[in-house]
């Protein structure tokens, strides 16, 4: 999937981003819970993606207007779950954020 998925190196960069700042910010453990979770979510989401668009391009090599529609689908579904990652982030990464500012 990272070899051959350019949105796989973005779901990537940010679990290395957001990992690295749970360790720094020494975020407790049921916080370390909702982030794995969160990044779980993403990279499952993205793998079925992947495996579905695999499926769908053997399945119909030809353009077809539903496929199409179909791997729309499925790509939003990514972007669903990635959103709804972010919100966890904010929500969890917001009280630690704060602070170190005051």
């Known amino acids: ?45 993205e793998a079925l993606n992947t495996a579905f668009e695999f499926l769908a391009d053997a399945a119909s090599p030809e353009f077809h207007p539903l496929v199409q529609v179909a791997k729309d689908v499925a790509a939003g579904a990514v972007l669903i779950t990635a959103i709804a990652a972010a919100t966890i982030g904010l929500i969890i990464f917001w009280p630690y954020l704060m602070s170190l500012i005051t």
């Not at 960069?13 to 975020?27: D, E, K, M, N, P």
């Open 1 to 45: 999937m990272i070899r051959c998925q350019h949105n796989a190196w973005i779901h990537a960069a940010a679990t290395f981003l957001v990992l690295g700042a749970a360790l720094l910010l020494r975020v407790s453990a049921g916080d370390w819970c909702w982030i794995i979770l969160a990044i779980s979510i993403v990279w499952t989401a």
